[in-house]
């Protein structure tokens, strides 16, 4: 082979791996999102139930996923058991396109913490006995009405 041919096959192997040494660091150095959302009571020490699963005793703070809309149960011995649900919305920067910039190519971690309202726990009473009794007659009826049909 004539030398302009090895130096020209040298020159490309040098060009592929400076651009491979260059792009190692890069991808090594990229950012990512780390998302959680905090959740409160009052009095604390609830159990907190997060779209089926339990995540803890409040206060709570657990990562999460995805954005949109959340199933919250709280339960506290003595107390009224509270289930709502509360959407996280998405922020700015975690639409298409733009993430890829957020979560790939800066070099830094962005942090998305969500601290969502102190729910107040109300103290459970339990129901006189007329209301039992009123309720237990409600219950028959309708297992009865729907019997006759």
Avoid at 83 to 110: M, N, S
Avoid at 128 to 141: M, P, V
Wanted: net charge negative; hydrophobic share 40%; with cysteine.
């Amino acid at each position: 082979m004539p030398g302009f041919v090895l130096r020209h096959i040298k020159r490309n192997i040098i060009v592929q791996f400076s651009f491979s040494a260059a792009a190692v660091p890069l991808l090594i150095a990229t950012g990512c999102v780390e998302r959680t959302v905090s959740i409160n009571t009052e009095p604390e020490g609830a159990t907190i139930i997060l779209n089926d699963q339990e995540v803890g005793n409040s206060p709570v703070k657990v990562p999460f996923t995805w954005y949109g809309d959340y199933d919250i149960v709280i339960r506290k011995h003595g107390y009224q058991t509270i289930e709502t649900h509360r959407r996280l919305r998405t922020p700015w920067y975690q639409y298409p396109i733009i993430d890829l910039f957020a979560e790939a190519l800066i070099p830094v971690t962005v942090h998305d913490d969500r601290v969502l309202e102190t729910f107040a726990l109300q103290p459970y009473e339990p129901p006189g006995k007329e209301a039992l009794l009123e309720r237990a007659d409600e219950l028959r009826a309708d297992v009865l009405s729907q019997d006759a049909k």
